[in-house]
């Protein structure tokens, strides 16, 4: 059963599952704010539900790339659409700040 850490949580799921139902079964959201009421709820669509994953994954699907090479998002981000990851292994999650998670908080200058 692989493990998913996010925000401060474990969580242990099924070999399979959808990334972004995962995370929102135990009460952790991949959406920044306003986005996680206005998002294509899994259609891969929006854009919103980026994360930046560490641990072995599957490459991109083909909505992934569609999507992630749309502003504001950038494909050489090596972000991922939560709602297209299927979790096959241990992951280690991260979510980038702004709307559609696309800002790295390690670009920031001095806080700004
Ligand atoms: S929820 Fe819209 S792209 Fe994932």
Not at 53 to 64: C, D, F, L, Q
């Amino acid at each position: 059963m692989p493990l998913v850490f996010f925000k401060g949580k474990e969580i242990e799921c099924t070999n399979g599952a959808l990334l972004k139902d995962v995370l929102e079964d135990n009460d952790v959201s991949p959406h920044n704010g306003a986005s996680r009421f206005l998002n294509c709820r899994g259609l891969g669509t929006c854009g919103t539900c980026t994360v930046k994953i560490t641990g072995k994954v599957h490459p991109h699907t083909r909505v992934e790339k569609i999507r992630l090479n749309i502003p504001p998002h950038h494909f050489d981000d090596g972000l991922r659409l939560a709602c297209q990851v299927v979790v096959e292994a241990d992951l280690h999650i991260l979510k980038w700040e702004g709307f559609w998670g696309q800002e790295n908080p390690d670009n920031r200058i001095n806080g700004l």
